[in-house]
């Protein structure tokens, strides 16, 4: 038996709150369906993908009868992507509630993401798996993998393993490319004529799978918080050292949430948000200006050093270098072989250089030659660049460094810039779920069998008035054809759920946007500290500022 | 008035616990002296340098009786070099005891570092200001910095500062470096005829001011405790996404206590000890050759993932690095013109290929490019090579890597090989402490003003019994000469305060070694989690592993 940590021995007993309608007998709760639905967009498009699927109502439980609980059941789930924190609560909760209704029917886990369904590999879950992963990180208790169902030889692998392990149920773990999978395989299902339900559970740290009806994503919560207390340490050796700008590149793909919330809780001098960006097109030299003058500004202060959150996306939200990706994506692909042939990076980003055309060619020209050989080096299988490898908060460091020098040397500028680098992601995927995340996923995971027990297919698990005390949480579930539109990938138009970027009249930005001046020149930093389990109320139980913000509980 | 988060108005509330002696009355609080003791070596050398505090006896508290206690003084607090958690406990405690002894006693902390009693920039503390910093993290309560006290013209600015002040005493906050100083200061003073007492306090997270007296520098159970949050992170992702090895490199400067605590808390793949490298006199290849044979057996078993801890000051003490960076100084220093004239990086790696000798050629020539240059560019004011800046970890993928495709090519390896390189510092040196650190640091700066009360001077404060409960923790005063030895510095011979390596034979060391063979193929992780202050006792009061290993309470 392998040796476990004192937290993780003290986190088993931790015992996660659900909303109290689904504390009932099962056999009492009750799903209640509203009006039929509507997709956000492309509702004709849609209906026709979805013959089956489309529209379904909103679903809300409240007490009743519903005879069909206690049936002996199989369910299948799966982990899909990256990780996030309180990815075995949804597993413990869905077991617990799968066997609270029936002790014996069946969860089986498939093995290292959607992969497991189509290989059929799994395991069967019990009590001792499951205990030893109460209130864990990681996705380890099954392992989670990217490979997609989307190809109609998937969805009849998946089928076929369904209905080997006469299954009366999967549920999928998922950020939106997967849940938009589970609308699909709802729907194959569905046409095949069977009765195997499909049922979503919404999960990402990135915050970017949420809407009008799911208001989180789970693991948002614990990665922000990690992150921030990461933040809060640096930003207090700043004003300790008087030494370093620290320029802090954070995880969460296209959307700004995750460096929006920390920002929320530090109160850097600087956070750059993409959506922003792209809004006001806003160019590179226009992001350097505004760094350079909050530096400028604090340096005549005195304060020659700094915090600046830069999202992962940014780059490609820089209208004028994301037209510049795109141009190189075309020009690597079309003469790919003459590129190969250039015998080192020099002479590829002189070759480029003269291939690329207007505007192009002078951002290509005008990035620090670190940056251009990582456009030119790091590309996927398909030869695109991989915006996620470029190191962006380098590029800036840079650029500003540049630009002090010049205004040093106009005599407009006069104090020291050492700039260190940072970059967090990984740091907080598998984190010890905080309280929140720990009692939300255990209630997504319940909520999701509640479902299936009231004959539900295609539907998202929803858990809502988060932030709220989960006293007063709300279950249900949301019709996942609602969240979707079509949209254009590699190419072709595909029905897809909607990704949640940052709403520059939403609450959260527009808080940090009042405030964001004084920041950039004074030191308002704040100190969140380690992630409790333990303490205070207010110290272990408080949900995202973006949560409380939204639903104006701040 | 700045908001705060609720973890730091919680902390406010935290009361730090003394070890029972220093609870007492402190004019019933005696200094027991016992017999005078010797410095670990050197002793003629130090004898004549340390003229008037030489050899001074170990200092323990007992009941008795101290009239000289509430005697009203005026004492100055320095915080010296990189911040560690618990610093402003340290002055917390000093203040506390200062006040509770006589109310009208003056607590002024100079400002930014040693810099601060050289130009008199001071603040006076009161109630207010001490209790904005309970129990929180940083150096900023009134700031740090890296200035020395060394030179004649310095100890008699800092004489002057002290005569000015009409100062009862200096309590000097730093690692082996400023409490050298502080050892200087407090003989300077003695020579000058003042009583003006120097009272030094064991800080540094690196955890190498440590020997039989001193168990542990204040910060480094802390920032342990951080970086093996993120490391078990880490950990967790490897086993829940398969794709990664990851390679930490942690701060920790020389020493590599930091990996090995970290490492004992968190049992990654491998953990590289750099005495170890030095004493078996290990070259580059060598480690090389031992991560790739774990990278070849976890492949085959299907484990294409792991972690990896570097240490920081790994590089140095590979000896045939070393060596070469030595020979380089030389050769920069030397030919520094004729250096400046090259055009471009690669003309300075050709140059210095060209320059160096024998082995040292070969060992440069071995070398990635990207880590040629570093050794290059990155040099200090002195022309020297910035150790602590050469990214060891990528070096280290780099060349791994390159060894897995000579095997694949030989069929010897089949695996799948990606790596993410992290480096962690400044995220841990300014967290809240823990309670650890929180008590220890109270009892520290308490302990400190005890030692002034009983009129002592050249004296570490020294807390010990430091793996039991607070209730068995015993305070006192170890002299400062008594830690000393002789050593170059840049060239001449200076007394310093012996550095604290890892010990080979040390209980430590021993246990890692015991249990890494298994570690380096199996997957043996544990996950830590982050800091708690409140909740179950071994979950928010464990000491350190290397505490508990070396005084075998584990």
Redesign the interface.
């Known amino acids: 038996m392998?040796?476990?940590?004192?937290?993780?021995k003290?986190?088993y007993g931790y015992i996660p709150k659900l909303p109290p309608v689904i504390q009932e007998d099962l056999s009492k709760i009750q799903a209640q369906l509203g009006e039929p639905t509507e997709a956000v967009a492309d509702r004709e498009e849609l209906k026709k993908l979805f013959e089956k699927t489309y529209g379904k109502p909103i679903a809300t439980f409240s007490r009743g009868s519903n005879p069909d609980a206690s049936k002996k059941r199989k369910v299948g789930v799966i982990l899909s992507g990256?990780?996030a924190p309180g990815g075995h609560n949804v597993i413990c909760g869905l077991y617990d509630a799968l066997k609270k209704a029936n002790r014996e029917s069946v969860l089986i886990g498939f093995k290292?993401g959607p992969a497991g369904i189509l290989e059929n590999e799994y395991i069967e879950l019990n009590d001792k798996i499951i205990n030893d992963y109460r209130n864990?990180?990681?996705?380890?208790i099954i392992?989670?993998?990217r490979t997609k169902i989307e190809t109609p030889k998937q969805f009849e692998q998946a089928f076929k393993t369904a209905q080997e392990q006469q299954l009366d149920a999967v549920v999928i773990i998922g950020g939106d490319d997967s849940n938009t999978n589970a609308a699909l395989l709802a729907e194959f299902f569905a046409k095949k004529g069977t009765n195997i339900q499909v049922i979503g559970i919404p999960k990402t740290i990135d915050g970017d799978l949420k809407n009008q009806y799911i208001e989180a994503s789970f693991g948002f919560d614990t990665a922000t918080k990690?992150y921030s207390?990461?933040i809060?340490?640096?930003e207090?050796?700043a004003?300790?050292?008087?030494k370093?700008w620290?320029f802090i590149r954070l995880m969460g793909r296209s959307a700004s949430h995750i460096a929006l919330e920390c920002a929320l809780?530090t109160q850097p001098n600087i956070c750059i948000i993409s959506e922003e960006v792209r809004a006001k097109n806003m160019t590179l030299a226009q992001i350097v200006d505004q760094i350079t003058d909050s530096v400028v500004k604090r340096a005549e202060k005195g304060y020659n050093y700094g915090v600046i959150l830069v999202p992962e996306g940014l780059i490609e939200f820089i209208p004028e270098v994301g037209n510049l990706i795109e141009e190189l994506n075309t020009l690597l692909a079309k003469e790919a072989a003459e590129f190969e042939k250039l015998e080192d990076t020099k002479a590829q980003i002189d070759w480029v250089s003269s291939k690329l055309t207007g505007r192009n060619k002078d951002v290509f020209v005008s990035l620090p030659a670190g940056i251009q050989a990582q456009l030119l080096m790091d590309r996927d299988p398909h030869g695109n660049v991989q915006v996620s490898r470029i190191e962006t908060e380098k590029l800036l460091i840079e650029m500003v460094a540049t630009k002090l020098k010049k205004l040093k040397a106009e005599g407009k500028y006069n104090g020291k810039f050492s700039a260190?680098n940072?970059f967090f992601g990984?740091?907080?995927?598998?984190?010890?779920p905080s309280n929140f995340d720990a009692d939300y996923c255990y209630a997504l995971g319940f909520t999701a069998f509640v479902l299936i027990a009231n004959n539900l297919t295609g539907y998202l698990a929803s858990v809502r008035n988060l932030s709220r005390p989960a006293s007063d949480w709300e279950a249900g579930g949301i019709p996942l054809t609602m969240m979707m539109n079509m949209e254009k990938r590699h190419g072709e138009m595909k029905p897809v759920i909607r990704k949640a970027l940052v709403e520059l009249d939403g609450a959260p930005f527009k808080t940090f946007a009042s405030q964001r001046d004084e920041w950039a020149v004074e030191t308002?930093y704040?100190?969140?500290?380690?992630?409790?389990?333990?303490?205070?109320d207010?110290?272990?139980n408080?949900p995202t500022k973006t949560l409380k913000l939204e639903q104006e509980t701040e």
């Not at 004003?239 to 008087?242: A, E, L």
């Open positions: 392998q040796k476990i940590s004192a937290l993780q003290a986190r990256g990780p290292n864990t990180g990681g996705f380890d392992g989670s993998g990690v207390e990461l809060g340490n640096i207090r050796d004003i300790s050292s008087h370093y620290h809780q260190i940072h990984y740091e907080a995927r598998c984190a010890f308002c704040q100190f969140p500290g380690a992630i409790q389990y333990y303490g205070p207010d110290v272990c408080q």
